[in-house]
């Protein structure tokens, strides 16, 4: 269906001067930054930087959490995804997320795991278009030949590994044009690690990406460019340092980026 | 021992006397275990054994005799008591789980905290109170006993108990789970209901039948209500018979033919309740997910 697309420039999703705040707690100061279409974004920091409150802001799953808040903009296509004519649900399924421990639905099995997404929100009903679907999504996330005997069993019966990638099969089968990724394999063996980079090496130029993690020989290896965030003394999560992740990992201009990729702290 | 007990846990104590304590420990928390499974093994055997001779086919078939006839039934107390608490867990349990659901997963602030305030205090009210209620609201306006009102009063009692079962049940379903749903575009109402209650569905389940064996024993709210009746009475507003008001007025009776039906009531009334409490283990470990 989206096999071979290749996304425009103007679908970068961009954020404009954002602030993210829990309570009265500020999480996230003034972050501008652009996400290049069709590349692998990845943000780096030490813990409590604020780079999961990032990602979260940008399909707007900040704000299901109560008491949070966030001003400035994040813009796809030039519109702004906080306009209050914009409806969140719909723009999630343009922006899809896969999260750090993998969330099979448990009373699911694993193609109704992947068709969750287009089945609950009514967009396709005929029986042969979902089979393919689930079959094409589950191809993109390099699982179909492990499940292709076993698809009505449940999704909870998969490995770790396999299970967060049953989880990316989900997201893709809603045909988002970003997938933002929250430490997607912080909690995986090396080999499924792998995978998970290879895959998502595959699928960039049809999928914007954006990768948060603590990893920094995985944003070297997959990402195309890098943002370094970090929480300061007085200072909440804040941008320090943006460009090509070759460029931030051989020639960063930042002290503080150098220290931190160098392994001096976090 | 117990001079033994008084000195300080370390130091002069050895490994043996340790021993020996425990063993004792042990021993004093079977006795109680055992004790605690005795006196419903008592209760059981005592209704077993006035009841039996009361359980023969006419007993489960037949409207109760008049007195000094042998033979008769409590046929119509059996049905009314299905009926009532038929209608009672139809009235208590959709505003139940869907009040349950509500305060588990979005309820938050003062109306959450007041809702379940409420539903703490709403346990705690005497049974005879809530059938007070019932026949102030429905028998005194409508001027007549009936099915209906018994049912309100049992949806009551029932109420607190599938509204805090079902709000444990959903709490435990971890965040990930609607977060997940809500990443996909789903709204926020399919999350909740087809994706996320569904994975505490053997809570819920379980929740709502123990409420079911809570309220089916019950009979002074029945007595302002239901009332009783000696006769068939398929209108569900109309005084309507019931196991436990027919316990209570046969055992009251000087009669020794009422008498045992009375014990045969008390008996079946015993067999119903554990065979639902049996139903809700098993349902539990069948929905059970993963």
């Given at each position: 269906?989206?096999?071979?697309?290749?996304?425009?420039?103007?679908?970068?999703?961009?954020?404009?001067?954002?602030?993210?705040?829990?309570?009265?707690?500020?999480?996230?100061?003034?972050?501008?930054?652009?996400?290049?279409?069709?590349?692998?974004?990845?943000?780096?920091?030490?813990?409590?930087?604020?780079?999961?409150?990032?990602?979260?802001?940008?399909?707007?799953?900040?704000?299901?959490?109560?008491?949070?808040?966030?001003?400035?903009?994040?813009?796809?296509?030039?519109?702004?995804?906080?306009?209050?004519?914009?409806?969140?649900?719909?723009?999630?399924?343009?922006?899809?997320?896969?999260?750090?421990?993998?969330?099979?639905?448990?009373?699911?099995?694993?193609?109704?795991?992947?068709?969750?997404?287009?089945?609950?929100?009514?967009?396709?009903?005929?029986?042969?278009?979902?089979?393919?679907?689930?079959?094409?999504?589950?191809?993109?996330?390099?699982?179909?030949?492990?499940?292709?005997?076993?698809?009505?069993?449940?999704?909870?019966?998969?490995?770790?590994?396999?299970?967060?990638?049953?989880?990316?099969?989900?997201?893709?089968?809603?045909?988002?044009?970003?997938?933002?990724?929250?430490?997607?394999?912080?909690?995986?063996?090396?080999?499924?690690?792998?995978?998970?980079?290879?895959?998502?090496?595959?699928?960039?130029?049809?999928?914007?990406?954006?990768?948060?993690?603590?990893?920094?020989?995985?944003?070297?290896?997959?990402?195309?460019?890098?943002?370094?965030?970090?929480?300061?003394?007085?200072?909440?999560?804040?941008?320090?340092?943006?460009?090509?992740?070759?460029?931030?990992?051989?020639?960063?201009?930042?002290?503080?980026?150098?220290?931190?990729?160098?392994?001096?702290?976090? | 021992?117990?001079?033994?007990?008084?000195?300080?846990?370390?130091?002069?104590?050895?490994?043996?006397?340790?021993?020996?304590?425990?063993?004792?420990?042990?021993?004093?928390?079977?006795?109680?275990?055992?004790?605690?499974?005795?006196?419903?093994?008592?209760?059981?055997?005592?209704?077993?054994?006035?009841?039996?001779?009361?359980?023969?086919?006419?007993?489960?078939?037949?409207?109760?005799?008049?007195?000094?006839?042998?033979?008769?039934?409590?046929?119509?107390?059996?049905?009314?008591?299905?009926?009532?608490?038929?209608?009672?867990?139809?009235?208590?349990?959709?505003?139940?789980?869907?009040?349950?659901?509500?305060?588990?997963?979005?309820?938050?602030?003062?109306?959450?905290?007041?809702?379940?305030?409420?539903?703490?205090?709403?346990?705690?009210?005497?049974?005879?109170?809530?059938?007070?209620?019932?026949?102030?609201?429905?028998?005194?306006?409508?001027?007549?006993?009936?099915?209906?009102?018994?049912?309100?009063?049992?949806?009551?009692?029932?109420?607190?108990?599938?509204?805090?079962?079902?709000?444990?049940?959903?709490?435990?379903?971890?965040?990930?789970?609607?977060?997940?749903?809500?990443?996909?575009?789903?709204?926020?109402?399919?999350?909740?209901?087809?994706v996320t209650v569904p994975v505490a569905r053997a809570g819920i389940v379980t929740g709502a039948l123990l409420s079911v064996a809570r309220v089916a024993g019950e009979s002074a709210p029945l007595l302002f209500t239901a009332f009783g009746?000696?006769?068939?009475?398929?209108?569900?507003?109309?005084?309507?018979?019931?196991?436990?008001?027919?316990?209570?007025?046969?055992?009251?009776?000087?009669?020794?033919?009422?008498?045992?039906?009375?014990?045969?009531?008390?008996?079946?009334?015993?067999?119903?309740?554990?065979?639902?409490?049996?139903?809700?283990?098993?349902?539990?470990?069948?929905?059970?997910?993963?």
């Amino acid at each position: 269906m989206i096999a071979g697309r290749t996304l425009s420039a103007e679908k970068t999703l961009q954020t404009e001067h954002l602030t993210a705040y829990y309570g009265s707690v500020c999480a996230l100061k003034d972050v501008s930054m652009r996400f290049e279409a069709g590349a692998i974004t990845a943000l780096i920091g030490p813990s409590g930087c604020g780079k999961s409150t990032l990602l979260r802001c940008l399909n707007r799953m900040h704000e299901i959490i109560p008491g949070t808040r966030v001003e400035g903009e994040v813009r796809l296509d030039g519109k702004n995804l906080y306009d209050p004519a914009i409806n969140a649900t719909e723009m999630r399924q343009r922006i899809g997320m896969v999260f750090q421990r993998p969330n099979p639905f448990p009373t699911m099995s694993i193609v109704d795991n992947v068709l969750a997404g287009v089945r609950l929100t009514n967009k396709l009903r005929d029986r042969t278009q979902l089979q393919e679907l689930a079959e094409q999504s589950l191809r993109k996330a390099a699982l179909w030949d492990e499940v292709k005997d076993q698809l009505h069993r449940s999704g909870t019966s998969l490995s770790g590994g396999q299970q967060q990638r049953l989880c990316i099969a989900r997201a893709l089968a809603v045909e988002p044009e970003v997938l933002l990724m929250d430490e997607p394999a912080s909690s995986l063996d090396p080999i499924s690690t792998t995978k998970i980079e290879d895959l998502m090496r595959e699928l960039k130029g049809d999928y914007t990406f954006v990768i948060v993690t603590h990893n920094m020989q995985q944003a070297a290896r997959v990402s195309d460019y890098t943002g370094f965030l970090l929480a300061e003394e007085s200072t909440p999560g804040h941008l320090i340092e943006f460009g090509t992740s070759s460029k931030i990992f051989t020639t960063p201009k930042d002290k503080r980026t150098e220290d931190y990729i160098t392994g001096r702290f976090g | 021992m117990l001079a033994r007990m008084k000195r300080p846990l370390s130091g002069v104590r050895t490994l043996r006397s340790r021993q020996s304590w425990s063993t004792f420990m042990i021993a004093v928390a079977w006795l109680c275990a055992g004790l605690a499974a005795a006196l419903l093994a008592l209760i059981v055997l005592y209704a077993i054994r006035r009841g039996a001779a009361a359980l023969n086919l006419q007993f489960f078939t037949h409207l109760p005799l008049p007195v000094g006839i042998a033979g008769g039934g409590v046929a119509n107390a059996l049905i009314g008591s299905v009926e009532i608490v038929l209608m009672a867990s139809l009235f208590a349990m959709p505003v139940g789980i869907f009040a349950g659901i509500y305060l588990g997963l979005l309820g938050r602030g003062k109306l959450a905290y007041s809702v379940r305030f409420l539903s703490d205090v709403l346990t705690g009210v005497p049974s005879i109170a809530i059938g007070v209620f019932a026949y102030t609201i429905i028998v005194v306006p409508t001027r007549h006993f009936s099915a209906i009102s018994a049912a309100v009063a049992l949806a009551i009692i029932m109420l607190p108990i599938v509204v805090r079962t079902t709000e444990e049940a959903v709490r435990l379903v971890p965040a990930a789970i609607p977060e997940g749903a809500l990443a996909l575009g789903i709204p926020t109402y399919k999350a909740i209901l087809l994706v996320t209650v569904p994975v505490a569905r053997a809570g819920i389940v379980t929740g709502a039948l123990l409420s079911v064996a809570r309220v089916a024993g019950e009979s002074a709210p029945l007595l302002f209500t239901a009332f009783g009746s000696s006769f068939w009475s398929p209108n569900p507003n109309t005084p309507t018979s019931a196991l436990p008001l027919l316990i209570f007025q046969y055992a009251n009776s000087p009669y020794r033919d009422w008498q045992q039906l009375a014990w045969g009531g008390a008996l079946s009334l015993i067999v119903l309740i554990f065979a639902i409490n049996i139903t809700a283990r098993l349902m539990f470990r069948r929905m059970a997910v993963r």
